[in-house]
C-alpha cells in the first residue's frame, strides 16, 4: 500500500486556484508532520510548506508566503494545500511526503516517504 498519494493537479491559468491533497495510508497518519515539496523542469526539488502533526506549527517557503495554506484533517488522513494566485514560476510537480521528526525543517532529509507527485501546470 502506497503511504502517500496526492491528487488535485491540473491546468490554471495564472491568478487561478488549486487545492492539491495528500492522502495517508495506515493508522498512524497523525504522528507525522507532512510536507510539500515541488520540482520544475530542470530545477531541484524545494520546499514548500510544512505542517506539524498536529497542525500547530506551519512553514511556508518565502515564494508562497500568503498565496499558499497549508492544512490538515488527521481523521481523514489527509493534507491539503491550497494554492491561490497561481504563478507561472509556480508550475511545477508537487510532492507530498512525511517525517516522523517532531519538528520537521525545509531539507528533503527530514522526510522519509514520498508521494508520486501531481502536475500542475501554470498557463500566463
Known amino acids: 500500500q502506497v503511504p502517500l498519494v496526492e491528487s488535485g493537479g491540473g491546468l490554471v491559468q495564472a491568478g487561478g486556484s488549486l487545492r492539491l491533497s495528500c492522502v495517508a495510508s495506515?493508522?498512524?497518519?497523525?504522528?507525522?508532520?507532512v510536507g510539500w515539496f515541488r520540482q520544475a523542469p530542470g530545477k531541484e526539488r524545494e520546499f514548500v510548506s510544512v505542517?506539524?502533526?498536529?497542525?500547530?506549527?506551519?512553514t511556508y517557503a518565502d515564494s508562497v508566503k500568503g498565496r499558499f495554506t497549508i492544512s490538515r484533517d488527521n481523521a481523514k488522513n489527509m493534507v491539503y494545500l491550497q494554492m491561490d494566485n497561481l504563478k507561472p514560476e509556480d508550475a511545477a510537480i508537487y510532492y507530498c511526503?512525511?517525517?516522523?521528526?517532531?519538528?520537521?525543517?525545509?531539507?528533503?532529509?527530514?522526510?522519509?516517504?514520498w508521494g508520486q507527485g501531481t502536475q500542475v501546470t501554470v498557463s500566463s
Open positions: 495506515g493508522r498512524t497518519f497523525s504522528t507525522y508532520a
Open positions: 511526503a512525511r517525517s516522523k521528526l517532531l519538528v520537521a525543517g525545509k531539507g528533503a532529509s527530514d522526510y522519509d516517504y
Open positions: 505542517i506539524s502533526r498536529g497542525g500547530a506549527r506551519i
